[in-house]
C-alpha cells in the first residue's frame, strides 16, 4: 500500500449554492490494481437499494418496439422452439402457456422474489390460490399442523374443515404469540407451523424467528402469511421462515383494481409449488392483472409509509377518544407485542387499525354508515380507506380480545389520504352515533 495526499473537490451546500471546495486528505492507494467500486444496474438487485428494486426489477424493454415498459402480452400460447421436445429439459428457459409461464409473470416473480430476499417466486391469481398452493405442497394425507387461531378467513376455513376433510390433515390453532403454547402444540407428525405476522384482524404480532426455530426443531416447516408487512417493513425469509406468501390484492397492487398471490423461499420447494400446485391446479394470474400489480409495486414503498403514518395518527386519535371502548395498533405503548413488532418491522407498524365501539349494535351501524370519506367495504391495502364492521358471534371470535368478543371490531384499512380528513371523518361519524367527544 502507498499513503498519498490527494487533493480533491466535494461538493458543498444545497443545489442553489454548490461549489467545490477543496479537501485534503491522506489515502491509502493499493499497489495492485483493485476492481472498479460496483455500479449499480437497474437489473441486479445486490447493487441496488430495494426502493430501486422495487421500481426496475422484473421490467424489461420491450425488444420489437423499444418500449421502455414490458407490455401486456395477452396470448396464451408462445411459439415453440424448433425443436418443440426441447420444452420438457429442465433448462428449457422459453415460455410456453400462460398457465404455466407467461412474460408478466415471469417478471413480477424476479422482482418479487428478490424483494423478499427468496430464491424463487410462483405468482397465482389471488393470495388465496397462493396460499392453498403452499399448504398443498408442504402438508401430506395424516400430517399435522400447528395454525395461528388469528388468521385471515379463509385460511382459517381451510384448515377448520377442508384439508382434514380431504387430507386427512390434524389440526391445532394456538395462540401464536405463546411460544410456550407453540412448543406444546407439536407433535412428532407436525410438518406445518403457519402464521401471519401481523394476524387479521386482530392484529396481535408473531415472532417469526422464535417460530422457525420450533419449526425447524421439530422438523417443520414455517409458512409466513406476510400480507400486512410487505418489504421493506419485514422479509420473513430473513428470520428463518421456509416460505413467504402474500396477498398482491393488497398492499403490492395497491389501488384496489387487481387480485393476485405469490409465494416465495427457495429455489426446490418454490418450485415443487409451481409444478404441483400452479400447473396442475391451475390458478394463473392473468397477465393483465400480473401488470397491474407490478406498476402498482413500484411505488409500494413510498405508499407503505404513509399508511403507517396515517394508520398511527388515526390508532393514536381513537386511543384518545373516550367513545372508543379498545384500540389495537401494534405501534401504540400498550400493545401487547409492541416491543416484538418494534424489533421486526421497519418503516411502521402496518395500516391497519382495529377498534371497538360501544353501545349498541344500532349505534354502530350509524358510525359506520355516516363515514363520507372512508368507504364500507372489506380488503385492505388500497389507496382509500376502508373500513369492515363485523361482529363474530363464535368461532375464531373465541381468540380475540374481550372488548372485540363483546362489541365486535371494526376494521379499518387506512388509506393514502390526508391523515387531517380521515381524523375529521371519524371523529364526525362518532359524534352522529355517540354525541360530541367530552
Ligand atoms: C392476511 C390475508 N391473507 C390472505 C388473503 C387472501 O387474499 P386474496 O383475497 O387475494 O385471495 C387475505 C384477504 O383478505 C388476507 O387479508
Same mark, same amino acid.
Given at each position: 500500500?502507498?499513503?498519498?495526499?490527494?487533493?480533491?473537490?466535494?461538493?458543498?451546500?444545497?443545489?442553489?449554492?454548490?461549489?467545490?471546495?477543496?479537501?485534503?486528505?491522506?489515502?491509502?492507494?493499493?499497489?495492485?490494481?483493485?476492481?472498479?467500486?460496483?455500479?449499480?444496474?437497474?437489473?441486479?438487485?445486490?447493487?441496488?437499494?430495494?426502493?430501486?428494486?422495487?421500481?426496475?426489477?422484473?421490467?424489461?424493454?420491450?425488444?420489437?418496439?423499444?418500449?421502455?415498459?414490458?407490455?401486456?402480452?395477452?396470448?396464451?400460447?408462445?411459439?415453440?422452439?424448433?425443436?418443440?421436445?426441447?420444452?420438457?429439459?429442465?433448462?428449457?428457459?422459453?415460455?410456453?402457456?400462460?398457465?404455466?409461464?407467461?412474460?408478466?409473470?415471469?417478471?413480477?416473480?424476479?422482482?418479487?422474489?428478490?424483494?423478499?430476499?427468496?430464491?424463487?417466486?410462483?405468482?397465482?391469481?389471488?393470495?388465496?390460490?397462493?396460499?392453498?398452493?403452499?399448504?398443498?405442497?408442504?402438508?401430506?394425507?395424516?400430517?399435522?399442523?400447528?395454525?395461528?387461531?388469528?388468521?385471515?378467513?379463509?385460511?382459517?376455513?381451510?384448515?377448520?374443515?377442508?384439508?382434514?376433510?380431504?387430507?386427512?390433515?390434524?389440526?391445532?390453532?394456538?395462540?401464536?404469540?405463546?411460544?410456550?403454547?407453540?412448543?406444546?402444540?407439536?407433535?412428532?407428525?407436525?410438518?406445518?407451523?403457519?402464521?401471519?405476522?401481523?394476524?387479521?384482524?386482530?392484529?396481535?404480532?408473531?415472532?417469526?424467528?422464535?417460530?422457525?426455530?420450533?419449526?425447524?426443531?421439530?422438523?417443520?416447516?414455517?409458512?409466513?402469511?406476510?400480507?400486512?408487512?410487505?418489504?421493506?417493513?419485514?422479509?420473513?425469509?430473513?428470520?428463518?421462515?421456509?416460505?413467504?406468501?402474500?396477498?398482491?390484492?393488497?398492499?403490492?397492487?395497491?389501488?384496489?383494481?387487481?387480485?393476485?398471490?405469490?409465494?416465495?423461499?427457495?429455489?426446490?420447494?418454490?418450485?415443487?409449488?409451481?409444478?404441483?400446485?400452479?400447473?396442475?391446479?391451475?390458478?394463473?394470474?392473468?397477465?393483465?392483472?400480473?401488470?397491474?400489480?407490478?406498476?402498482?409495486?413500484?411505488?409500494?414503498?413510498?405508499?407503505?409509509?404513509?399508511?403507517?403514518?396515517?394508520?398511527?395518527?388515526?390508532?393514536?386519535?381513537?386511543?384518545?377518544?373516550?367513545?372508543?371502548?379498545?384500540?389495537?395498533?401494534?405501534?401504540?405503548?400498550?400493545?401487547?407485542?409492541?416491543?416484538?413488532?418494534?424489533?421486526?418491522?421497519?418503516?411502521?407498524?402496518?395500516?391497519?387499525?382495529?377498534?371497538?365501539?360501544?353501545?349498541?349494535?344500532?349505534?354502530?351501524?350509524?358510525?359506520?354508515?355516516?363515514?363520507?370519506?372512508?368507504?364500507? %367495504? #372489506?380488503? *385492505?391495502?388500497?389507496? !382509500?380507506? &376502508? =373500513? /369492515?364492521?363485523?361482529?363474530?358471534?363464535?368461532?375464531? +371470535?373465541?381468540?380475540?380480545?374481550?372488548?372485540?368478543?363483546?362489541?365486535?371490531?371494526?376494521?379499518? %384499512? #387506512?388509506? *393514502?389520504?390526508?391523515? !387531517?380528513? &380521515? =381524523? /375529521?371523518?371519524?371523529?364526525?361519524?362518532?359524534?352522529? +352515533?355517540?354525541?360530541?367527544?367530552?
Amino acid at each position: 500500500m502507498l499513503a498519498a495526499s490527494l487533493m480533491f473537490p466535494l461538493w458543498h451546500g444545497g443545489p442553489s449554492e454548490r461549489k467545490a471546495i477543496l479537501v485534503t486528505s491522506t489515502v491509502e492507494i493499493p499497489s495492485v490494481c483493485h476492481r472498479e467500486p460496483m455500479r449499480p444496474d437497474k437489473h441486479d438487485f445486490d447493487t441496488l437499494n430495494s426502493d430501486t428494486w422495487s421500481v426496475h426489477g422484473g421490467n424489461h424493454a420491450d425488444e420489437t418496439t423499444g418500449a421502455i415498459r414490458t407490455p401486456i402480452v395477452m396470448a396464451n400460447s408462445y411459439r415453440l422452439p424448433a425443436d418443440p421436445t426441447t420444452i420438457d429439459d429442465p433448462d428449457f428457459a422459453g415460455l410456453v402457456y400462460t398457465r404455466e409461464h407467461g412474460a408478466n409473470q415471469r417478471g413480477l416473480e424476479e422482482k418479487l422474489a428478490k424483494l423478499d430476499h427468496g430464491e424463487s417466486a410462483a405468482v397465482f391469481a389471488t393470495g388465496m390460490a397462493a396460499m392453498h398452493a403452499a399448504f398443498f405442497t408442504v402438508l401430506n394425507p395424516g400430517d399435522h399442523a400447528v395454525i395461528s387461531n388469528v388468521v385471515y378467513m379463509r385460511v382459517a376455513g381451510l384448515f377448520e374443515t377442508i384439508l382434514p376433510a380431504k387430507l386427512g390433515i390434524e389440526v391445532d390453532f394456538v395462540d401464536i404469540t405463546d411460544l410456550d403454547a407453540v412448543r406444546a402444540a407439536v407433535r412428532p407428525t407436525t410438518r406445518l407451523v403457519h402464521t401471519e405476522v401481523i394476524a387479521n384482524p386482530d392484529l396481535r404480532v408473531a415472532d417469526v424467528a422464535a417460530l422457525a426455530q420450533i419449526a425447524h426443531e421439530a422438523d417443520a416447516l414455517l409458512t409466513v402469511d406476510s400480507t400486512f408487512t410487505p418489504p421493506p417493513m419485514m422479509r420473513p425469509l430473513d428470520l428463518g421462515a421456509d416460505l413467504v406468501m402474500h396477498s398482491l390484492t393488497k398492499y403490492y397492487n395497491g389501488h384496489g383494481d387487481a387480485m393476485g398471490g405469490v409465494v416465495i423461499g427457495g429455489g426446490t420447494l418454490v418450485d415443487e409449488v409451481r409444478t404441483g400446485a400452479l400447473w396442475h391446479a391451475g390458478g394463473a394470474i392473468s397477465p393483465f392483472n400480473a401488470w397491474l400489480i407490478m406498476r402498482g409495486s413500484t411505488t409500494l414503498p413510498l405508499r407503505l409509509r404513509r399508511h403507517c403514518e396515517n394508520a398511527l395518527a388515526i390508532a393514536e386519535f381513537l386511543a384518545a377518544d373516550p367513545r372508543v371502548v379498545h384500540v389495537a395498533y401494534p405501534g401504540l405503548a400498550g400493545h401487547g407485542q409492541r416491543e416484538s413488532a418494534t424489533a421486526q418491522l421497519r418503516e411502521g407498524f402496518g395500516g391497519v387499525v382495529s377498534f371497538a365501539l360501544g353501545g349498541t349494535h344500532e349505534d354502530r351501524l350509524r358510525f359506520v354508515n355516516d363515514l363520507r370519506v372512508i368507504t364500507s %367495504a #372489506v380488503s *385492505l391495502g388500497h389507496d !382509500e380507506t &376502508l =373500513v /369492515a364492521y363485523e361482529e363474530y358471534p363464535d368461532g375464531p +371470535a373465541s381468540a380475540f380480545a374481550a372488548p372485540f368478543r363483546e362489541h365486535g371490531l371494526v376494521r379499518l %384499512a #387506512v388509506g *393514502l389520504e390526508s391523515p !387531517e380528513d &380521515l =381524523v /375529521a371523518d371519524l371523529d364526525a361519524a362518532l359524534t352522529t +352515533a355517540y354525541g360530541a367527544a367530552r
